[in-house]
């Protein structure tokens, strides 16, 4: 079946870094989505990506789309401790609604 | 985007019993999913819950386990049957409504003794 690596599994950072992760597949994906997952809850979506080469932001979070269709990245700027949280990658290879996870990133940020 | 509520949040539940899930959508949607979230673990899709027509299972998971109905636009069900505790984890609706993106219920914590 279809796997999504990413990466790095566990940061830990100090307020006020940046941080960046990605995920990577030898299958090719239509749409690259990036959530966050707090405790306790479901994920929130946070950036959707929809073209080969797409950069999105969203605040201090930026995401992009990588060219070969077969990775993207996550990158938060200045974090802050409410960034702390499992971010997930998800790839679709249609319209079908359908996703693919990765295993997750854990962020503890200190202050 | 669309409000999704889950029900229950959390049940603890012996083994061999079953549990309904219900998930419910404040907007019409076409296409609803059930994911299974392992304790530490990323989320892997159950099923694609169809209106009006048996659910399509993924590899590893069948209809006589999680049976899933699906009767309107704005409602599902997920039934775990006969559970052990290796069916313990988070059970998660979602809902695809692009151009806006995909939503999760905040879903409901299984716990099987």
């Known amino acids: 079946g279809q796997q999504l690596n990413q990466s790095p599994q566990s940061m830990f950072i100090q307020e006020g870094e940046d941080v960046s992760m990605n995920c990577t597949s030898s299958?090719?994906?239509?749409?690259w989505l990036w959530y966050k997952q707090d405790p306790g809850e479901g994920p929130v979506l946070l950036i959707a990506?929809?073209?080969?080469?797409e950069l999105t932001s969203n605040g201090r979070l930026t995401a992009q789309f990588g060219i070969t269709r077969k990775d993207s990245f996550l990158n938060i700027s200045a974090s802050i401790p409410s960034d702390v949280g499992i971010y997930f990658c998800?790839?679709?290879?249609?319209?079908?609604?359908?996703?693919?996870f990765g295993d997750g990133t854990t962020l503890t940020v200190k202050p | 985007s669309a409000v999704i509520s889950q029900k229950p949040s959390r049940d603890i539940c012996q083994r061999g019993t079953s549990l309904t899930i219900q998930c419910q959508v404040d907007?019409?949607?076409?296409?609803m999913f059930w994911y299974r979230q392992q304790p530490g673990q990323s989320l892997t899709l159950i099923a694609t819950?169809?209106?009006?027509?048996?659910?399509?299972?993924e590899s590893g998971f069948v209809i006589d386990k999680f049976p899933i109905s699906r009767p309107n636009l704005t409602f599902s069900t997920l039934t775990v049957s006969n559970m052990s505790p290796e069916d313990s984890s988070i059970y998660l609706c979602?809902?695809?409504?692009?151009?806006?993106?995909?939503?999760f219920g905040s879903g409901t914590r299984l716990t099987v003794v």
């Open positions: 979602s809902v695809d409504e692009r151009p806006y993106g995909y939503t």
């Open positions: 299958s090719i994906f239509n749409t």
């Open positions: 990506l929809y073209k080969a080469g």
């Open positions: 998800a790839g679709q290879r249609t319209n079908a609604g359908k996703s693919t």
């Open positions: 907007s019409q949607v076409t296409m």
């Open positions: 819950a169809n209106q009006g027509s048996e659910a399509t299972y």
